[in-house]
T-cell receptor
Framework: GQNIDQPTEMTATEGAIVQINCTYQ??????LFWYQQHAGEAPTFLSY????GLEEKGRFSSFLSRSKGYSYLLLKELQMKDSASYLC??????????????FGRGTQLTVWP | GAGVSQSPSNKVTEKGKDVELRCDPI?????LYWYRQRLGQGLEFLIYFQGNSAPDKSGLPSDRFSAERTGESVSTLTIQRTQQEDSAVYLC????????????FGPGTRLTVL
């Protein structure tokens, strides 16, 4: 089965850096996703990690350690619009195909001016 | 269309009534997924369709839930004899293929069962 743990809430100020952690247990690892979801809106894709290490994409970076079952999302130069829920997710299906995702409960980030 | 669309955006119904939720995936996306998001909870997988293969219904919570998809286009999720615990946001997503890395989500249908 799958299990994902991430903090429920985090707060930070504009311009700061915040790290959102995610620990996971899964019977067959096929990568880890991060999605962003603003209140009342659809989740939008941020990143996908399948190999260990840090992947940088503008202000957002995602890190993965498969041996530790751990990932984090790093947000730099925070802006008010970054206030949202950040969802960590892993594919449910084993093997090479990806598809159904198992989501954590999400981390609600509030950015203060 | 430009993105995944869902209708209605909001649905209020009485306990015991049937509801039908609709999803229009991105054109050309062969894989389609339904998820449910209860208040304060993570997204919960319900069902997915991949091309003409038999759908994976393993996430459906009870036999009151069913879904259909016409070819590689529109899908409908039907909930019969709704219960209050069915109240949630129902999200649809599509991807180019089952092995696609990114799922594109629709805005969801907020279902409230009174």
């Amino acid at each position: 089965g799958q299990n994902i743990d991430q903090p429920t809430e985090m707060t930070a100020t504009e311009g700061a850096i915040v790290q959102i952690n995610c620990t996971y247990q899964t019977s067959g690892f096929n990568g880890l996703f991060w999605y962003q979801q603003h209140a009342g809106e659809a989740p939008t894709f941020l990143s996908y990690n399948v190999l260990d290490g840090l992947e940088e994409k503008g202000r957002f970076s995602s890190f993965l350690s498969r041996s530790k079952g751990y990932s984090y999302l790093l947000l730099k130069e925070l802006q008010m619009k970054d206030s949202a829920s950040y969802l960590c997710a892993v594919p449910i299906d084993r093997g090479s195909t990806l598809g159904r995702l198992y989501f954590g409960r999400g981390t609600q980030l509030t950015v203060w001016p | 269309g430009a993105g995944v669309s869902q209708s209605p955006s909001n649905k209020v119904t009485e306990k015991g009534k049937d509801v039908e939720l609709r999803c229009d995936p991105i054109s050309g996306h062969t894989a389609l997924y339904w998820y449910r998001q209860r208040l304060g909870q993570g997204l919960e997988f319900l069902i997915y369709f991949q091309g003409n293969s038999a759908p994976d219904k393993s996430g459906l919570p009870s036999d009151r839930f069913s879904a259909e998809r016409t070819g590689e286009s529109v899908s409908t999720l039907t909930i019969q004899r709704t219960q209050q615990e069915d109240s949630a946001v129902y999200l649809c997503a599509s991807s180019l293929k089952q092995g696609g890395n990114e799922q594109f989500f629709g805005p969801g249908t907020r279902l409230t069962v009174l």
